[in-house]
């Protein structure tokens, strides 16, 4: 019994302990925890493992570069609430270096990346956000004087893992996008897998749900290496389903209930956005099984009226125009499609009453005319058999 | 049959120009405009047709009631080949006629109600068929019976032709012919019923059972009798001829029986199934199955005598009622006791209207011209 008291005591040390760093409520933390191991698609029971990653408190170093972006993707970053950003950046990770979030500037900031690669060296994790420039030498992204090309090159080289956030770092995304007229992006954009030559896990998006990008740094954390992947280096567990699987508007595709344009009756009643180019059908993403923002589901572009745009998708993002319709990667639907509003047919017209009564007393006193006349005839040959059987009966009797 | 004689058929003759084939004209030519705008604007261009009933009277009209109508050619044939009634044999060509004609024009009516009748070649394309479809068995069975009767009729072209050498060639093939022209029309006939089967609960029970192949069978039979019995009055009338009474009234006793085995079948499958009962609820339904019965029963009462088959005005109006009937049967089933769900509603447009009126004008105007051109009709003898 005491044993078991300890280990009892011991438990809850850690998790007031845990409480305490990171300000969350025991509860919340255990949620948390059990959240990415869901979103992961963990065992069940894989969330002690997590919690216990967590409460750890390893703290790997992150150093976090930001080349051709928006920052769309830390924005998002910013917007996670489970647990917020500042409790991750602060307790969960070491976030070494991150241009818009460290107080350092100038060259005290790259000091403080080199300090943090040399202090941690092969056990940082490398997170890129944007695309990098390739043409004319990467001419076009410079930090501290170094191109993008340099310093993606030099951080990789002894970083124990890469994470590519965002489409841009994932494979060039907006800025990689070639115009009709010319053969490259004016800046020759690509991403980091292309750049170092290797793969790195990517988690394309824009912005990435925040939960996908996290899930994947608790998964290191808890297991010492990064999730499955798939060929464009996509965790599986979050980019191995179509959109389109999964979607809540699914039911309307496959009942052939299509908004035909922005604001009609379909389009009201959250009917299929297919027809208004939705890239669901194309995009390999989970953005219609996890919201965003941590404002409940339906919170995404489908969810809210919006086509997908296919932004997880190379090729798809980007590339082809919003409102072309998605190719259909599994069934495809026929040519033509039900209307929503189905006609009931009309009740008869007068010409067609009309026509119909017409055809009908036609054909009825053609009838009775046709059979008086026949009865006429009969009944006029009836009389002359009789006549003729009367003359003979009378000619035999005269006989 | 050799030991039948009977008057070789001859050509009528006569003037083609008169006020039947006049007005013949005019409502084919209508049809033809109509069907012009048809076949380049769709179907919800002319009809009344929409999802909750997707076909109208093109197909219950034309070519269900239409079939039905052309079975005079069938139901003689096996009459005379079958049961070897070689006495029935002069009524042959002039009932092949009528179906010849109902059936092809059948079949082309087919393809104006498809949406989209390009696709049509489909049906047959080995890749393509289904052959566990009820539509398949029936659209396969009436394609064949069409170019099987065409075979069949085909004598009479080269009669008048005057290839008697190619005619005796075929006479030689012309028991298996027959025995097809037999079978097909009992197969798709019958599917014709299956077609409703299929449909379940969308028809009336008033007019849904699985014996329904069964009474489609048995009313496509009678009808055919009904309407040789209504062809001959009718084209001894207009051509001014004596009736076939010799051949008609016992004809007319042949039909009765049919009729008889049918309305045990109806009315015992209606007691059994329990559905008789629907009959009494007031309803538009029930109004028309009273119709119905009524034409099915009438002609029991009417030439139910053997004195009153004798005369032809009685023989006539029961052929007629008894078409009625038929094709009653057809219409409750297929529009009027059919019902795919709440809020559809259909009546057949002016336009589906003469077209109908249209394609029943060629058949008219195809029948008067082959029977004043071409040996269909026995030769009337001098003496009368």
Redesign the interface.
């Known amino acids: 019994m005491g044993d078991m008291n300890e280990i009892f005591e011991t438990g809850r040390k850690t998790l007031q302990e845990v409480e305490q760093r990171l300000e969350m409520p025991r509860r919340e933390f255990l949620q948390f925890c059990a959240t990415l191991a869901v979103t992961m698609g963990l065992p069940s029971g894989a969330e002690a493992a997590v919690a216990k990653a967590i409460e750890a408190a390893k703290r790997p170093s992150v150093i976090w570069l930001h080349f051709q972006e928006c920052t769309g993707c830390s924005e998002s970053l910013l917007r996670a609430e489970h647990p917020t950003l500042e409790k991750l950046i602060l307790d969960v990770i070491s976030l070494d270096y991150h241009e818009t979030l460290m107080a350092a500037a100038g060259h005290q900031a790259e000091a403080a990346r080199k300090a943090a690669m040399k202090a941690n060296k092969g056990k940082y994790v490398l997170v890129v956000e944007g695309a990098i420039p390739t043409k004319e030498k990467g001419i076009y992204c410079k930090i501290g004087g170094q191109t993008a090309i340099d310093m993606v090159k030099e951080c990789a080289a002894d970083a124990a893992a890469v994470i590519a956030i965002g489409s841009c770092a994932s494979w060039g995304g907006m800025p990689s996008t070639i115009s009709p007229l010319s053969d490259s992006s004016p800046t020759g954009s690509a991403g980091v897998a292309e750049v170092l030559g290797k793969p790195v896990v990517t988690i394309p998006g824009c912005p990435p749900n925040p939960y996908n990008f996290l899930a994947t740094v608790v998964h290191f954390l808890t297991f010492g290496k990064l999730p499955e992947v798939d060929k464009l280096g996509r965790p599986k567990f979050a980019y191995s389903r179509l959109i389109h699987e999964n979607c809540e508007r699914r039911a309307h595709f496959d009942a052939g209930r299509f908004a035909m344009e922005f604001g009609d009756a379909g389009h009201r009643q959250g009917y299929c956005l297919y027809k208004l180019g939705c890239k669901g059908p194309e995009t390999y993403a989970n953005c219609s099984t996890l919201g965003f923002g941590d404002a409940g589901e339906n919170n995404w572009p489908v969810g809210c009226g919006h086509p997908c745009i296919g932004c997880t998708e190379k090729g798809v993002g980007f590339q082809k125009p919003i409102h072309q319709v998605a190719k259909m990667l599994n069934v495809t639907p026929p040519l033509q499609y039900p209307r929503i509003v189905e006609e009931q047919g009309k009740a008869a017209s007068f010409a067609s009453a009309a026509a119909v009564a017409a055809v009908a007393g036609a054909a009825a006193g053609a009838a009775i005319m046709l059979t008086r006349n026949l009865g006429l005839s009969h009944a006029a040959e009836e009389a002359e058999r009789a006549n003729d059987a009367g003359k003979l009966s009378a000619d035999k009797a005269g006989v | 049959m050799a030991n039948h004689q009977h008057a070789a058929p001859a050509p009528v003759g006569g003037s083609l120009v008169n006020i039947v084939t006049l007005s013949c004209g005019v409502l084919i030519a209508l049809m033809a405009a109509i069907l012009m705008v048809r076949f380049l604007f769709g179907l919800g261009a002319v009809t009344?047709?929409?999802?909750?009933?997707p076909w109208g009277i093109w197909v219950v009209v034309d070519v269900i009631i239409g079939s039905a109508f052309a079975c005079g050619g069938f139901s003689v044939a096996m009459l005379v080949y079958i049961f070897n009634k070689g006495e029935y044999h002069p009524l042959v060509r002039p009932a092949l006629l009528a179906s010849l004609f109902g059936y092809t024009l059948a079949g082309a009516g087919v393809i104006f109600d498809l949406g989209r009748w390009w696709n049509v070649w489909n049906m047959f394309w080995p890749g393509s068929i289904n052959p566990n479809s009820v539509m398949f068995e029936v659209a396969v069975c009436i394609t064949l019976y069409i170019m099987v009767m065409w075979i069949e009729f085909s004598p009479t072209f080269l009669e008048a032709m005057g290839k008697t050498d190619a005619k005796k060639k075929l006479g030689k093939a012309m028991f298996f012919i027959i025995a097809l022209g037999t079978v097909l029309p009992m197969m798709h006939q019958s599917s014709l019923g299956t077609l409703l089967v299929v449909m379940g609960v969308q028809i009336h029970p008033l007019w849904q059972t699985p014996i329904l192949p069964l009474l489609y069978l048995l009313t496509a039979i009678t009808m055919g009798y009904a309407v040789v019995l209504f062809e001959s009055?009718?084209a001894s009338?207009a051509y001014r001829r004596k009736?076939e009474m010799h051949m008609l009234t016992p004809l007319a006793k042949v039909m009765l029986g049919f009729l008889a085995v049918y309305l045990v079948v109806r009315l015992g499958d209606l007691l059994v199934r329990g559905a008789l009962f629907k009959a009494f609820v007031p309803s538009v339904e029930a109004l028309m199955f009273w119709l119905e019965l009524a034409c099915f029963i009438a002609p029991l009462i009417l030439i139910g005598a053997e004195t009153n088959r004798r005369?032809?005005?009685?023989l006539?109006?029961a052929g007629?009622l008894l078409m009625l009937g038929g094709a009653l049967l057809r219409l409750n089933g297929f529009l009027i006791g059919y019902e795919t769900g709440d809020?559809?509603?259909?009546?057949?447009?002016?336009a589906?209207?003469?077209v109908t009126?249209g394609m029943f004008a060629i058949e008219v105007l195809g029948y008067i011209i082959i029977t004043r051109r071409f040996p269909v009709l026995p030769r009337e003898e001098a003496t009368h």
């Not at chain 2, 005369?311 to 009685?314: E, F, I, L």
């Open positions: 009344g047709l929409n999802d909750g009933y009055c009718l009338s009736i005369n032809p005005a009685k006539f109006l007629v809020g559809f509603t259909y009546f057949p447009t002016l589906e209207v003469l009126a």
